[in-house]
């Protein structure tokens, strides 16, 4: 396997999809959005469609509409990485197909979820859409959401593919990651946190940067901890580590991005209200995440829903 041409670390941010009172897509809420993460937290890149932006709750043509509006409105600032992900590999190509035409940098490509492949069925599944299209693709491996792992082996034999060039791991084992990087070591083959809290371990195992939901509120600090490691400035690092860590667990007191769009709301962010089956947050979560942001000073005390 030759070395990857991909080099690419920080704090890429899965943008959520803002919506209206009346659940449409907000295209200038969408748009503003993109710039405040951009120019205020620091996204190395824009990541929209994926779960965080309410994937399974977008039409195809909403879907293909959100990538279009964002690559348009990041104007070439950072690289534009949809999800074009689906349990259908020929659903798969159809949408990143479309993304190609649109002129992304790489695609974001969920494990196949509900039909619970082997993982043959998985590796055939990302090899097909991979020889297809020819964009740089970064597998996302988020078994509690898929209901089934793909394992390092799989990983590591589909790193071999020449453009697949990463992986999300939101498998929460620290211990796979760890063989994933080791397997793939010297390739150029990047792996990126996909479990918020396990960010700062996974940089310090040789992890080239985050997928990272909470940086629509801490971008900026999970930036700095990849570039801190990087450096070798390791104390530093878990420092911010662990005052983030509060912040971190409070943005998934419900399933995201509830809590996500909560928290812009509070910052005067767009956002708008989730898609159902998804709900906004209940009294409960609303006073962990209130407490956590104002304990770090993202909102002021007397924010409220």
Not at 213 to 234: N, P, Q
Request: aromatic share 6%; net charge negative; hydrophobic share 40%.
């Amino acid at each position: 396997m030759g070395q990857k041409k991909w080099d690419l670390r920080g704090c890429l941010i899965p943008i959520i999809t803002p919506f209206t009172d009346e659940y449409k897509l907000d295209e200038s809420g969408l748009r503003r959005l993109t710039d405040y993460l951009i120019e205020q937290q620091g996204a190395a890149a824009i990541i929209p469609c994926g779960t965080t932006g309410e994937s399974p709750t977008l039409s195809h043509r909403e879907h293909i509409e959100v990538i279009r509006i964002v690559y348009d409105q990041v104007a070439g600032r950072v690289p534009v990485i949809p999800g074009t992900g689906s349990n259908s590999t020929k659903e798969a190509i159809e949408l990143t197909e479309a993304a190609a035409e649109i002129g992304v940098a790489g695609t974001l490509q969920v494990g196949p979820y509900y039909n619970r492949p082997s993982q043959e069925g998985i590796y055939r599944h990302f090899k097909e859409v991979a020889e297809a299209v020819s964009l740089p693709m970064i597998l996302y491996n988020i078994p509690a959401r898929t209901g089934r792992n793909i394992e390092p082996d799989t990983i590591i034999r589909l790193s071999e593919i020449e453009n697949i060039v990463g992986l999300k791991d939101a498998s929460g084992d620290i211990l796979q990651a760890m063989s994933v990087l080791r397997g793939t070591r010297g390739s150029g083959f990047h792996v990126y946190a996909g479990e918020d809290a396990l960010t700062f371990s996974l940089i310090c195992l040789g992890g080239h940067g985050a997928v990272a939901a909470v940086g629509h509120v801490i971008g900026r600090e999970v930036c700095e901890i990849v570039e801190l490691v990087t450096a070798g400035r390791v104390e530093e690092a878990r420092e911010i580590h662990y005052r983030i860590l509060p912040t971190v667990k409070a943005l998934f007191v419900e399933p995201n991005p509830a809590p996500v769009k909560q928290a812009l709301k509070w910052m005067g962010q767009p956002a708008g209200p989730v898609r159902l089956p998804l709900v906004d947050l209940g009294p409960k979560g609303l006073e962990v995440l209130r407490s956590a942001l104002v304990e770090l000073g993202k909102i002021p005390s007397e924010a409220i829903a």
